[in-house]
């Protein structure tokens, strides 16, 4: 009889949040929650990370690793390195959060914010592209900006940072960033463009924190 693969089991939302072992232990950690998020990944690296974003990025996905065809690979192309990149990073879902924006070609950090409390990857991700966009625009550049969040991305032209991080004492600077991010794009334009970054094809963002 064939052995039975280990899995990591990630909540996001249940009676406790984190990363399980066992079916049982996820399991028991959800039993009863309306809108339970929980996930089960290959690795142990692969649940710390997905862990560290939100459930609405690995909704629906599959976990398994996918094969790039030679055809999508040539349709990616190579990256403009004439950009910036921003990112974020999360040490909990909420947990500790940060983030940066660096030149493409160099990696020369041109802003960084943080770290702040209770934070989430994806308001992270939602603030660096408001905060490169607006250091664009300030710098008259016409560069065009790199993010490998599509929630966040989604967000941005959406005008509104749709999160659903609860508001607490310890995490009121980080909505006040919120409130402005989106003040910023309500009342301004820009001419950058942001485009995706391709993980799968170029590996990780230049702006990545090298955390997983």
């Known amino acids: ?104 070609q160099t990696h020369q950090q041109l802003f960084h914010q943080g770290p702040f409390q209770q934070g989430t990857n994806n308001v992270g991700e939602f603030l660096a592209l408001v905060h490169g966009l607006a250091y664009l625009k300030q710098m008259n550049s016409d560069r065009n900006i790199y993010s490998d969040s599509r929630i966040a991305i989604g967000w941005i032209y959406k005008k509104k940072c749709n999160t659903k991080l609860k508001r607490t004492v310890k995490n009121q600077p980080t909505f006040d960033l919120i409130k402005r991010a ?7 334009s820009y001419t950058s463009t942001i485009i995706k970054w391709e993980t799968k094809v170029w590996g990780e963002i230049p702006a990545d924190f090298g955390r997983k």
Request: hydrophobic share 30%; glycine share 8%.
């Open 1 to 104: 009889m064939a052995k039975k693969q280990k899995k990591f089991y990630v909540v996001w939302t249940g009676h406790r949040t984190g990363i399980f072992p066992t079916w049982e232990d996820c399991k028991a950690a959800i039993n009863g929650v309306k809108g339970a998020e929980y996930k089960s990944f290959l690795t142990f690296e692969e649940a710390k990370k997905a862990y560290n974003k939100e459930y609405a990025d690995y909704k629906g996905k599959n976990t398994k690793k996918k094969t790039i065809s030679k055809e999508e690979i040539e349709r990616i192309g190579e990256p403009n390195l004439y950009t910036i990149s921003v990112d974020a990073a999360s040490s909990g879902n909420p947990g500790i959060m940060e983030y940066r924006g660096v030149d493409t």
């Open 182 to 188: 989106e003040t910023w794009l309500k009342n301004n």
